[in-house]
């Protein structure tokens, strides 16, 4: 497995095929652990979207009961059930793409390595950080957390843009089973 | 090679306490002139201001007295406060950079400030506001005799322009090492400088952006514009009605081209005062930036430090044959350097302008593994249509907007002439993304990564896989379906507007295996 391994001749590790960098990974013994987010997560991701949805919603409703008015083009009734349908609409848009978001959100720790997390339903994105670049960690409950015995584990780095990492949903043992895990030991060196 | 010293407490320069009131003095001088030298009477509001005067240069004298430093062994003691005394033990490790700055008067006066820069980066350790030339110079040397040195000592040789004769710099050769000088420009690199940036144009805007806060001179600009204003459009409403708008249409060029000669030679000026005896030297594994005309300034950064380098290469330096070689070090500042007329304390730049060969010498200080030449540049995948459905986006309403409006009346075109255009338009922009797709790649060599785009002003990133803080595999719908990813990583001292390494377009199974390939590199601590 040595002479396999990437560092070794890292220009060939690019054109490889995926498989095989699948199983060099379960070769390199990297234990990943894939971190459950709670299903209260998918309550206040639904609770969110909704009330998001029926704002954005009944926004736009406001708007065009008054420029009915403003029009008088129909009687009261019509405008107030047609202004309040991009609010349903919304609403039920919301409780889809909640949904959707708690399927396709997943966080992973590869033991030894990082974390990675897996976020988005159109846009998605794939963050991938190192433990050895972690500066500190926080764990952080909301009020709803608190009822719900979940927590939000953000993980720092020094870079700038992308500096923060947020896993959510995780239950409140592990998320701080995962802070002692994730730890810097050894103080990290300054060059 | 250190030298054991008692510690000796040493203070700041006698005259600290004139650079220590700053602002103050600049609105309360006028009623002290005014009183001193005219001997007008003076009113209550002069007298309070003079009285305020009086009492801030005595706090000022007395809190420059009460800063004292010493040099303990392995750390820098500094006291500092009049009421709250504060005692600060910095390690001499914790100092990674040394910054001088020298404005007109402390260059009058003799003396200079020096900035002790942390690892952080977010507050200076110390501020030393100000010490003689002599002291700073001293203890900068101590200050860097301390640093562990991991590099020997390296002479570059033919790259770098014969290095100006630094009449005045006479350093004393330290204790450990001399310098050698990596680049150095002169008169006529500063004015091809300045013939490639647009950096008047900048202080232009800035300077009009902040005079149109004040409620007087926007009031005179309006009055100053609408005369002119009106001048101009008699002027045109002249040739337009005597049938002559060939006339009016080089008037107005002329007007636009000079307009843009003022703004280069602005440009020019601004760089001379910016980068004049701009030289870049190397002391072990610390690079040091000296330029400037009225302020001087020193930076420096720690090559270990630097993170990611960027080569551009616009138009305009294609035309003169150069580029410019910037570079983020961990722990700037972010955004807080100076777009105007004085140069920053950051250490931005390792070439403001430079030849191709120069650059790609200095790039082989900071990063010995790298082989230009050898580079192989991979094309990305699918760039054209990824950047054409982009586009597409919001040219094609355009597009139809334009279309609409000449049909409907709005604009003094017929539908053909419009349609025309449009096709014109089109055309056109279909062969700069064909040309854009062209020219992106990226390349892999040992630890770094590369990736080039643009095609009017040409981008060069590169960054060192082991010195990444975070990589991300990015997707929009359109990724999707054309079965690419985008490869995003993270640096340290990077901007906050944009990300360190941005690759859209790379193969899925070419993405994941540089991640792949960058997660390994990233493991070690940096």
């Excluded at chain 2, 001499?92 to 002790?116: K, P």
């Excluded at chain 2, 595999?473 to 379906?481: A, E, F, G």
Aim: one cysteine or more; proline letters at 5%.
């Amino acid at each position: 497995m040595a002479l396999q391994h990437p560092m070794n001749d890292p220009m060939q590790d690019v054109q490889r095929p995926a498989e095989a960098l699948q199983a060099d990974s379960e070769h390199a013994r990297t234990e990943i652990t894939a971190l459950q987010t709670q299903p209260s997560q998918l309550l206040f991701w639904r609770a969110f979207y909704v009330l998001v949805g029926s704002a954005l919603g009944l926004a736009l409703g406001a708007v065009f009961s008054v420029l009915a008015q403003e029009l008088r083009a129909w009687d009261l009734t019509t405008v107030l059930a047609v202004s309040s349908l991009p609010g349903l609409l919304l609403a039920g848009a919301g409780w889809v793409y909640a949904g959707l978001r708690f399927a396709h959100y997943r966080g992973e720790l590869h033991r030894g390595e990082g974390v990675l997390l897996l976020d988005g339903v159109w846009w998605r994105s794939e963050t991938w950080l190192p433990m050895a670049r972690l500066q500190h960690l926080d764990v952080h409950q909301g009020p709803l957390d608190r009822h719900w015995a979940m927590a939000t584990l953000t993980l720092h780095t020094a870079g700038t843009h992308d500096h923060q990492l947020r896993l959510r949903g995780l239950p409140l043992a592990q998320a701080h089973a995962l802070r002692s895990a994730l730890m810097p030991r050894a103080t990290l060196t300054h060059d | 090679m250190t030298e054991a010293r008692q510690p000796q407490t040493r203070r700041l320069h006698p005259l600290s306490f004139v650079f220590a009131l700053g602002g103050l003095i600049r609105s309360l001088a006028a009623p002290v002139l005014a009183f001193a030298v005219l001997g007008r009477s003076v009113d209550r509001i002069h007298l309070i201001g003079m009285l305020v005067l009086a009492g801030a240069t005595l706090w000022a004298l007395l809190r420059t007295r009460a800063y004292s430093y010493e040099l303990g062994p392995g750390e820098l003691l500094v006291r500092e406060g009049l009421l709250d005394r504060t005692q600060r033990h910095i390690p001499f490790a914790r100092i990674h950079n040394i910054s001088q700055r020298r404005m007109l008067l402390h260059r009058l006066l003799g003396v200079t400030e020096l900035r002790l820069e942390s690892a952080s980066g977010a507050k200076p350790e110390a501020v030393m506001r100000v010490l003689g030339v002599e002291a700073a110079r001293s203890l900068e040397q101590i200050l860097r005799g301390q640093q562990p040195e991991e590099q020997p000592e390296e002479h570059r040789e033919g790259s770098a322009e014969p290095a100006t004769g630094s009449a005045g710099e006479a350093a004393p050769p330290s204790i450990s090492d001399t310098p050698s000088v990596l680049h150095a420009l002169s008169s006529g690199e500063i004015l091809r400088l300045g013939l490639t940036s647009n950096r008047g144009l900048l202080v232009v805007v800035i300077a009009l952006g902040t005079a149109f806060q004040q409620e007087f001179l926007r009031r005179q600009f309006a009055a100053w514009m609408g005369v002119s204003g009106l001048w101009l459009r008699n002027q045109l409403f002249q040739q337009v009605q005597g049938q002559r708008w060939q006339g009016a249409l080089l008037e107005l060029m002329l007007a636009g081209l000079l307009l843009f000669v003022l703004l280069r030679l602005l440009s020019v000026v601004l760089a001379f005062v910016r980068y004049h005896g701009f030289r870049l030297e190397q002391h072990g594994e610390q690079l040091i930036a000296v330029h400037g005309l009225l302020t001087q300034v020193r930076a420096g950064a720690r090559l270990p430090r630097l993170q990611r380098w960027q080569i551009d290469e616009t138009w305009w330096h294609r035309r003169f044959g150069r580029c410019r070689l910037g570079v983020a070090v961990a722990g700037s500042m972010h955004g807080s350097g100076s777009h105007g007329a004085e140069p920053g304390v950051q250490f931005k730049e390792l070439a403001p302008i430079a030849r191709w060969q120069q650059a790609q010498a200095l790039l082989k200080v900071c990063l010995p593994t790298l082989d230009w030449p050898a580079l192989q540049w991979q094309p990305l995948h699918a760039v054209f249509a990824r950047r054409l459905w982009r586009q597409a986006r919001w040219a094609l309403p355009l597009a139809f907007g334009l279309l609409a409006c000449s049909a409907v009346g709005l604009i003094a075109l017929s539908v053909p002439a419009a349609l025309a255009v449009v096709l014109l338009l089109g055309g056109a922009w279909l062969a700069y993304l064909r040309l854009w797709a062209r020219f992106a790649a990226y390349a892999v060599a040992g630890d770094v990564v590369l990736y080039r785009s643009g095609l009017w002003h040409r981008r060069w990133v590169i960054v060192a896989m082991p010195r990444l803080q975070s990589l991300r595999l990015y997707s929009t719908p359109l990724d999707r379906r054309l079965g690419v990813r985008s490869l995003q990583a993270d640096t340290q001292g990077g901007s906050k507007s944009h990300r360190a390494l941005d690759i859209p377009c790379l193969k899925q199974e070419i993405a994941q295996g540089l991640r792949t390939q960058a997660w390994q590199a990233m493991q070690r601590a940096p």
